[in-house]
């Protein structure tokens, strides 16, 4: 037999393998699908209905189409949601990445209507979360990532950084392995793990940002005018505010150029060493007295326009 027929066999056995382990998988991300589902339903007062499901092998990522979240009770709809998406999970260990998305997120037209009075901005527009976390086994370092966008409106994000999370994650993993077998006496010692884990975790970096977008001013004069307050006034009353809080003029520059703009705000946080939130605590309280040195232990930089 010629080389390139044992190659084209050969390819023809691979393809088929990848085919039949993608069926499978397929086949087994509708069942984990299901059991989690139905689970959140008898936790909640909520129902689920989807469309479908898919499970990419390469990259272990599931994702579910055309989901809608209903009240259990009165069956009515509450938000539609075009795909929800998980990358990386594992059930037996914590995964170096996992990410979790929600896209085309809409409120259903009753609640539409409810939150219409308050705001047209966010009535009429769609959303989008993602959250996202990234491991290192061997460094404990782990990074959490948040973001929320409401298209045309608003995108707001939240990172941290965190080390010494090994304890954290070992205790995560066995909370979900055990689930919901655990006895009380078992459950307040899992909580008690949880909580020693948290304290011992050393915070390094915290970032918070805003992406002003077209329709924030109309948000903004909203949620001002629901307050009887015009913009003009708001930013008067910000003005008297930032002049009592001790912090630097840049940082309040930082404030109270957002609150002009609305295009954009960053808020950094920064520590030079590693400290469990215990130390950490009873550092910004030895400091509170003497907000420079405060700040510069923060390394703290605000930024807006």
């Known amino acids: 037999m010629k080389k390139s027929t044992i190659m084209l066999a050969l390819g023809g056995v691979m393809s088929a393998a990848v085919v039949g382990a993608h069926i499978y998988a397929n086949q087994q991300a509708e069942l984990v699908i299901e059991q989690q589902i139905t689970q959140f339903a008898e936790q909640s007062d909520m129902l689920i209905e989807y469309q479908g499901t898919s499970y990419n092998l390469f990259t272990n990522t599931v994702k579910v189409q055309s989901l809608v979240v209903k009240d259990a009770t009165e069956q009515q709809a509450l938000l539609n949601i075009g795909e929800f998406s998980l990358q990386g999970y594992e059930a037996d260990k914590i995964s170096d990445f996992t990410e979790v998305k929600l896209t085309n997120v809409t409120l259903s037209p009753a609640i539409a209507a409810e939150l219409e009075q308050q705001s047209t901005a966010l009535a009429g527009t769609h959303f989008a979360l993602t959250s996202s976390m990234r491991y290192d086994e061997h460094s ?128 950094n946080v920064s520590l030079d060493e590693a400290m469990d939130f215990n130390a950490f605590s009873q550092q910004v309280q030895s400091l509170a007295a003497d907000p420079e040195a405060l700040e510069k232990f923060l390394n703290l930089k605000i930024t807006g326009s």
């Open 140 to 267: 404990g370092d782990s990074q959490f990532k948040s973001a929320i966008e409401a298209a045309g409106v608003v995108g707001l994000e939240f990172n941290f950084d965190l080390g010494n999370s090994a304890e954290l994650m070992s205790t995560s993993l066995e909370m979900q392995q055990q689930g919901a077998e655990m006895t009380l006496e078992q459950e307040l010692q899992m909580q008690s793990k949880l909580l020693s884990a948290i304290q011992s975790l050393e915070p390094q970096k915290l970032t918070f940002a805003i992406d002003g977008q077209p329709k924030l001013e109309l948000l903004v004069t909203e949620l001002l005018t629901s307050k009887g307050l015009t913009k003009e006034q708001f930013q008067q009353m910000l003005t008297m505010q930032l002049a009592q809080v001790p912090v630097s003029e840049e940082a309040k520059q930082g404030l109270s150029g957002f609150a002009a703009g609305l295009n954009a705000l960053e808020v």
